[in-house]
């Protein structure tokens, strides 16, 4: 067990709608980012929040957005969701300070877009 | 433009054989940072290693060793005596900007037969 929760662990939903994925840094850590998995990308970084702020952004689509709250828990939004969307969705996390550290990761969240 | 190279899609071994995952990775900067993570079959990412540029030390770690040539651009690992459970997707990264983002290779899927 990492530390880093994700719900929900699965989701299926259709084309069109929204949803919003969920992340609980492991205790102490100020990083969290966001990964999506899928057959045809592989493993790709989406989006990075440093104790609240984003710090850094990779090939997160326009219909995606993420923040994190105060108490440091990071939500990935994704709207007008296509079928393309379809992947596993990973959080990690790391404490975020100084030089790269190792990024720890959650169990997913499996999205199926109907 | 920074690239993480794993040629070898898949391997099968036979258990207690050796098997050593291939990593090739490209970048002009010179400090970077390397990592291997596993993704057994029920789907989290672990974290096994990281390396920074700077530390050219070769490491083991029980049935685990790693390989790291700065001269050859090659970050390579070896799995001893291989066993059932070490059957998973083993993934090299590289990261090579200040917060961390990780880059990751195609994987490659480990198959250890009894």
């Known amino acids: 067990d990492s530390g880093v929760t994700q719900t929900p662990k699965h989701l299926i939903t259709a084309t069109g709608q929204r949803v919003t994925l969920r992340c609980s840094p492991r205790?102490?850590?100020?990083?969290v980012y966001w990964y999506q998995q899928s057959l045809d990308q592989g493993l790709q970084f989406l989006i990075q929040?440093?104790?609240?702020?984003?710090?850094a952004k990779g090939n997160i689509l326009e219909r995606f957005s993420a923040q994190q709250f105060p108490d440091l828990h990071s939500e990935l939004n994704l709207s007008s969701l296509e079928l393309g969307d379809s992947a596993l969705y990973f959080c990690?996390?790391?404490?975020?300070?100084?030089?790269?550290?190792?990024?720890?990761f959650g169990p997913g969240t499996r999205l199926t877009v109907l | 433009a920074q690239k993480v190279t794993q040629a070898q899609t898949e391997i099968s071994v036979v258990e207690k054989e050796d098997v050593t995952l291939d990593c090739v990775y490209e970048t002009r900067d010179t400090t970077y940072y390397l990592f291997w993570y596993k993704q057994p079959p029920s789907g989290e990412l672990v974290f096994l290693i990281r390396r920074n540029s700077f530390d050219e030390q070769n490491e083991i770690s029980g049935r685990y060793s790693w390989n790291f040539q700065k001269s050859t651009s090659s970050f390579n690992f070896t799995i001893t005596a291989s066993q059932v459970v070490d059957s998973a997707v083993y993934f090299c990264?590289?990261?090579?900007?200040?917060?961390?983002?990780?880059?990751f290779g195609a994987g490659t899927q480990v198959v250890v037969t009894p």
């Open positions: 205790s102490g850590d100020l990083s």
């Open positions: 929040y440093y104790n609240g702020e984003e710090r």
């Open positions: 990264a590289l990261v090579t900007d200040s917060w961390g983002k990780l880059q």
């Open positions: 990690a996390s790391s404490v975020g300070a100084g030089e790269p550290d190792t990024q720890y």
